[in-house]
């Protein structure tokens, strides 16, 4: 499999059906497995097998979309977890607990910073945000004696900063911490993050590698890469004993391929059980079958999009870094040559009250607070998801009145540029 082109993967990676079995993924749609002797069943409570017994731990279909999305990344093992949220949750807290330290990218989507921010706070994991602009020595300085993940968005949703991959990974690992890269927006498809140093790679599936705006879930693909044996000290629960499983070494049992997702889904999944539906899982499994033949049309289609709205008078700002008067373009262009997705943002003259009259002349995009999927849609945070805001506070957090985010469907671009421009001249 691994010298197969991505798109091959895409199609066929995770499960190769034997003689006369389903040809497409069957939907397990099964609470629990049955066992011939209570033995059996013991050997797989003990770890010493491995089987299915509960779908809230372990469920086939998900498996089988897991592990196409682990070949798609490049990784040695993932899993499917609920949402997205869900995946960064347990991505962090798989090697954090009470009293640990996490150094974040600070251009991140809202819904992790809070989680980071605030929910993990209370569970006593500090945080120092960085900017994703940050030198060598402005990342070092962030580090703490009990840091134990470095988090980061590849393009972060909707500030549309690319982060400086090798550069967090070396900081990470100069601090003998895993970088978690966060690569929901460009996908495998556009941006491989283990290739340039990350240890961890989640996703929120809900957006493009879903695609058509049907399930929502998650993953989480580890590299293998990183020794926690070599950092036994600061990783407790990977390398020492669980009690909970007669004293399992989960990095001795299961070595560096195996003990990061065994014990999420051992622990966290038990204990927490956001499990991905096995329904979701079919359902992300057809978005992943063409996610190589749609990354491209969104791409083409943001980047027309963000050409378009940049030639405009009643246009201040566009962000786009496949635009080349954009500052990530540089960078863009090292970690995502084929360009990276088909969000894009700008800044309307005139601030909140464009943009309403905007919002409300547009025919073809649809107002949601969703990204990323086959029909385009658009947001002004100012009048939605930050409406708490003052116009004063909203420019200090980089998010201006009248900034407009528009996720670029697989619609014919020439639709999508005339519905844009029909609008646009109603607000002159
Ligand atoms: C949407 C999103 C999430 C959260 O995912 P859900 O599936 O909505 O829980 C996390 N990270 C990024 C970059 C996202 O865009």
Request: glycine residues 8%.
């Amino acid at each position: 499999m691994n010298n197969q082109g991505l798109g091959t993967k895409c199609v066929q990676a995770g499960y190769t059906p034997g003689n006369g079995e389903p040809r497409q993924i069957p939907i397990i749609q099964s609470t629990t497995f049955k066992y011939d002797t209570s033995e059996d069943m013991g050997k797989l409570f003990d770890l010493e097998a491995s089987g299915y017994f509960y779908t809230r731990l372990q469920n086939p279909t998900n498996d089988h979309v897991a592990a196409k999305i682990a070949a798609l990344e490049g990784g040695c093992a993932a899993m499917l977890t609920s949402s997205g949220q869900a995946a960064n949750f347990f991505a962090l807290f798989n090697i954090c607990e009470c009293g640990s330290h996490i150094v974040a990218s600070s251009s991140i989507y809202g819904g992790t910073f809070n989680l980071i921010a605030v929910t993990m706070a209370k569970m006593g994991i500090e945080v120092t945000f960085v900017s994703p602009d940050s030198t060598d020595e402005e990342l070092d300085a962030a580090f703490k004696d009990n840091t134990r993940a470095v988090f980061g968005e590849t393009i972060a949703n909707p500030a549309l900063t690319v982060l400086d991959i090798e550069k967090f990974a070396n900081a990470a690992h100069r601090h003998g911490v895993p970088l978690i890269v966060d690569n929901t927006f460009p996908t495998p498809v556009n941006c491989r993050p283990i290739e340039w140093g990350a240890d961890i790679v989640t996703h929120s599936t809900t957006k493009y590698m879903d695609g058509h705006g049907a399930a929502v879930g998650g993953a989480i693909v580890d590299s293998g890469n990183f020794d926690w044996m070599a950092h036994a000290d600061k990783f407790p629960g990977l390398t020492q004993p669980d009690d909970s499983y007669h004293g399992i070494i989960y990095a001795e049992k299961f070595g560096k391929e195996g003990a990061f997702i065994t014990k999420c889904t051992s622990q966290l999944m038990r204990d927490f059980g956001c499990i991905q539906s096995p329904q979701n899982a079919f359902l992300l499994n057809l978005g992943l079958e063409s996610l190589h033949v749609r990354m491209p049309k969104h791409v083409e289609n943001g980047l027309a999009v963000a050409k378009f709205l940049q030639s405009q008078p009643q246009v201040v700002k566009v962000n786009y870094p496949g635009l080349e008067t954009d500052p990530y373009h540089e960078i863009a262009k090292k970690y995502m040559p084929n360009g990276g997705c088909g969000v894009v943002s700008f800044e309307l003259k005139g601030g909140r009250k464009a943009a309403e009259s905007f919002m409300k002349e547009l025919k073809l995009a649809a107002i949601e607070t969703h990204v990323a999927d086959a029909r385009t849609c658009c947001l002004n945070p100012a009048t939605s998801t930050h409406r708490q805001m003052t116009d004063e506070q909203l420019e200090a957090a980089g998010i201006p009145a009248g900034l407009i985010r528009i996720s670029c469907g697989l619609e014919d671009k020439e639709d999508l540029i005339a519905d844009l421009a029909n609008t646009l001249a109603t607000i002159q």
